[in-house]
């Protein structure tokens, strides 16, 4: 399977040797001669990035430029949360941006509107939660379940989500009673090893929890029964600082078989309609600009277009660790 085309914005990266040369004129323009901390891009090509300065030790948040072709999808937003992230994981209480920054119009307006916390905070806490990704293929085009949110919703308004939600109290009794062999919760366990899960118990408690929490969000928002053993660990993503509301979530991926397809359907007030869909389909309405998808959504439908198949897909077994700030390195993933 190939996409007609590939999403312009997914998530920001820290910007490569082959960036920093195309960009190194407006580097050096906005870092007014302070050493260069990080470069953060959006987009391949680039279509934004911003430039955070190491001033005595202090990080300050240079600049931001954004390209024409991608006004209006929150590439200013995204950069600059990034941006304050890489402040709070330095250890700084407070924003800091540079006199050129500051004014800069576009960023003293993004940064308040922001709900940052003063001092910086890794809050509010991250909600611990769970999202299954339904993929199959359909002679030879790869497609996922996904849901058409409400425009009323407090979190993801109005955008295209795979199904899931926040793992719930009863989540850890039932995952403690599902009938697994054992070799399959410790590959689950190590495979989640690297993600923020002591909240959750131990490897083997967290485990069960999380296939608890994707099963049940999905038999309440699709009506559909999943295969637990089926379920394969595939990402977490962490909400960045300058959200109202934020989560925790980790990703499955889950091969549907055909037989099984048709027991997916509408069954949650939280959207308006759900589906499946073509990958190619999903990227090609984001870029014309008649889908609403949040960083983590267009990440995953970019690799899994990538990817190819579901094949693709589940030869693929990448160390997981939270992406913190939605900076991801490029995909796929090895």
Known sequence: MTSASRLRVTSVRYADPADR????????????????????????PTAGFAVVVDDAGSL?????????????????????RAALG??????????AVTATADADPVIRTVVAGMPV????????????????????????????FVQYRVSTMDFAAGAVVFPGGRIDPGDRQA????????TLVAEHGARWGRTAYGHLGSAEEAARTLLATGIREVAEETGAVLDPARLVPWDDWITPIGMPKRFDVRFFLYPVEAAEAASFGHTTTEAHRSGWAG????VDRTEARELVL????????????????VAGALSLTP???PVRHDIAARRPRR
Request: hydrophobic fraction near 55%; charged fraction near 15%; avoid cysteine.
């Open 21 to 44: 040369a195309h960009l190194s004129s407006a580097i050096a323009a906005l870092s007014d001669g302070l050493p260069i901390a990080s470069v953060l891009v959006v987009g391949t």
């Open 60 to 80: 300050r948040l240079a600049g931001v430029r954004v390209s024409a072709e991608v006004a209006g999808l929150g590439v200013e937003e995204m950069l600059i």
């Open 86 to 95: 890489l402040m709070l994981d330095a250890g700084q209480k407070h924003v």
């Open 117 to 144: 916390p003063d001092p910086l905070a890794d809050s509010p806490v991250a909600i611990p939660a769970v999202s299954v990704i339904p993929v199959r293929e359909v002679a030879g085009r790869l497609e996922v």
């Open 175 to 182: 995952g403690a009673a599902l009938a697994l062999p054992a």
């Open 279 to 282: 990958v190619s389909t999903l």
């Open 294 to 309: 949040l960083p983590p959504t267009r990440t995953i439908l970019e690799e899994l277009s990538a990817l190819g198949s």
């Open 319 to 321: 160390v997981l660790r």
